[in-house]
């Protein structure tokens, strides 16, 4: 008999869920609607401030870091018993051209959102193998598949995770574990200071008109864009779904990924270079 916790028949309340990056945005908003939901819900962060007011528990992880990811995922299941859904939410932004962008600066991205993602498939997976039960939800972004100008490694990172999940998804299908990518559109989580932190070092003074143009359409969708919920309202469904899809894709600008499926490649680059200003 199948366990009633199992991904094909939908999580029910009192699984235990892993969010990664709960201290903030999105994660934050998961964490909260799952808590909520009645699931056994811990939240991540880097410097975690113990057990929130909901019910949230918090643990330290830092995803760039292979001995933190082993502590948290052990110390988990030790505790817990199980990981029944992780939801790889974490990740850091880049923002400037890709000539002002050192590749130490794109390694360290890639370092956080591609690789501290793999990280944590890696140390949940025996424990899901194991059970033969276990769903595994990935965060992409809409810029995997329409690529934003002066936010290039951040796309590029994106687009890296979406081809890892459908491999992952084919290699894990027979141990019935389910995998998937939430793509959401922007998301209103950063603000003034905190966007300008996201800013790399280096200026080349040729990129400054287009680049503050972009930036300031970038800034507008993440200061006061979308609202985290409805895409904290999908990783419920899908934690709740019978048979997960491979990607689920949320916020306003998904009709640009759903329109780009048929349109010519000049068509799509004229309307992202008029979304983000490139040219006055
Ligand atoms: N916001 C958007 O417009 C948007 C659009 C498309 C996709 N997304 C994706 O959605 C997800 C959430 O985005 P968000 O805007 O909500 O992010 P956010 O507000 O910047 O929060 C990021 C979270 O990740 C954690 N984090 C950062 N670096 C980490 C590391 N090295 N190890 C562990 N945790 C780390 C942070 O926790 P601590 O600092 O406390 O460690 C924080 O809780 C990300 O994958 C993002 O790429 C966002």
Redesign the pocket.
């Known amino acids: 008999m199948k366990n009633r916790n199992e991904v094909r028949n939908g999580l029910s309340k009192g699984g235990v869920v892993l969010v990664?990056?709960?201290?903030?945005?999105?994660?934050?908003a998961i964490a909260a609607l799952l808590v909520e939901k009645g699931f056994r819900v811990y939240g991540?962060?880097?410097?975690?401030s113990g057990e929130q007011g909901n019910g949230l528990k918090m643990l330290q992880?830092?995803?760039?870091s292979d001995q933190?990811v082993e502590s948290c995922v052990s110390g988990l299941i030790e505790k817990e018993g199980r990981i029944d859904v992780l939801i790889?939410?974490?990740?850091?932004?880049l923002l400037g051209a890709i000539e002002e962008t050192t590749i130490e600066e794109g390694k360290a991205l890639f370092e956080?959102?591609f690789f501290?993602t793999a990280r944590m498939v890696n140390a949940v997976l025996p424990g899901m193998r194991q059970r033969r039960s276990g769903l595994i939800i990935n965060?992409?972004?809409?810029?995997a598949t329409l690529p934003i100008p002066f936010h290039a490694y951040?796309s590029c990172s994106?687009a890296a995770v979406n081809t890892f999940t459908d491999a992952l998804r084919l290699e894990v299908k027979h141990l019935n574990i389910g995998v998937c990518v939430?793509?959401?559109?922007?998301?209103?989580?950063?603000r003034g200071e905190?966007f300008a932190q996201l800013r790399v070092k280096k200026a080349i003074s040729d990129y400054a008109e287009p680049e503050q143009r972009a930036f300031a359409v970038i800034e507008k969708?993440?200061s006061v864009?979308?609202d985290?919920q409805p895409?904290a309202e999908t990783v419920l469904r899908i934690i709740r779904s019978k048979a997960p899809a491979r990607y689920y894709l949320v916020?306003v600008e998904k009709r640009y990924v759903l329109l780009s499926r048929f349109l010519p490649q000049s068509a799509i680059e004229f309307l992202v270079s008029r979304h983000f200003r490139l040219t006055k």
């Open positions: 990664t990056g709960a201290s903030h945005g999105i994660g934050k991540t962060s880097r410097r975690p992880l830092d995803i760039t933190s790889n939410n974490a990740a850091v932004g956080a959102n501290g965060f992409g972004s809409l810029a951040l994106k939430v793509e959401p559109g922007m998301v209103a989580t950063h905190e969708g993440q864009g979308g985290p895409v916020g």
